[in-house]
């Protein structure tokens, strides 16, 4: 299983892009990346995944260097309803199985 | 709509009382999963299965049992061996293309 590390926290302010990386050393060749946002007490949501270069959709981009050993997920032009922990997730889900949550980086987002 | 659904919302328990969470799908998800989360923390794996009549231990499975006898069904116990059950519980299906689909939580509380 790929271990991910993410800051603890960061701090924004509304109508900023935000950048949250995630290091993951040792990824695995089939090992897909995945982010989630958690409001709480509620259960975390999708965001994006990616497998290598960029990845974009309508809430986020995902960006994969080519050695795949980090990622950065690019949430553009924040408001204040995109505080939430968000979490990364290397995962190869065709075998999933103990499917590890690390504790996420905790984004706060200020007027 | 298609989804995860826990039950009850809310919980209390007695000291020495064993309690089951509810956790019901309609994805047609083969892979469920229950997940702990203490205040300010991330997700720590209790027990997941794969397929029907087949479940494995997670991180944490010392004091919760779990069943898996329907697809569509993955019951939670807390039982009285669990000495500091409070918390948030996520149950949650998988989609090996899509990624995970989480329920809305149980937060227990010992009284």
């Known amino acids: 299983l790929a271990k991910t590390t993410q800051p603890i926290s960061m701090d924004s302010y509304e109508g900023q892009e935000v950048n949250i990386t995630c290091s993951h050393n040792?990824?695995?060749?089939?090992?897909?990346i995945t982010w989630y946002q958690q409001f709480p007490s509620q259960g975390p949501r999708f965001i994006i995944q990616?497998?290598?270069t960029k990845v974009t959709n309508e809430v986020a981009s995902l960006f994969i260097p080519a050695d795949r050993k980090s990622s950065t997920l690019s949430l553009p032009r924040v408001s204040l309803s995109d505080t939430a922990v968000y979490y990364c997730?290397?995962?190869?889900?065709?075998?999933?199985?103990?499917?590890?949550f690390g504790s996420g980086t905790r984004l706060s987002i200020r007027p | 709509d298609g989804g995860i659904t826990q039950s009850p919302k809310y919980l209390f328990r007695k000291e020495g009382q064993n309690v089951t969470l509810s956790c019901e799908q309609n994805l047609n998800h083969d892979a469920m999963y229950w997940y702990r989360q203490d205040p300010g923390q991330g997700l720590r794996l209790i027990y997941y299965?794969?397929?029907?009549?087949?479940?494995q231990k997670g991180d944490i499975a010392e004091g919760y049992s779990v069943s898996r006898e329907k697809k569509e069904s993955f019951p939670l116990t807390v039982t009285s061996a669990q000495k500091n059950p409070t918390a948030f519980y996520l149950c949650a299906s998988l989609d090996p293309n899509y990624g995970y689909t989480f329920g809305s939580g149980t937060r227990l509380t010992v009284v």
């Open positions: 299965s794969q397929i029907v009549n087949d479940f």
């Open positions: 040792n990824i695995a060749t089939n090992d897909y």
């Open positions: 990616g497998y290598k």
């Open positions: 997730l290397v995962v190869v889900y065709s075998s999933a199985s103990k499917i590890i």
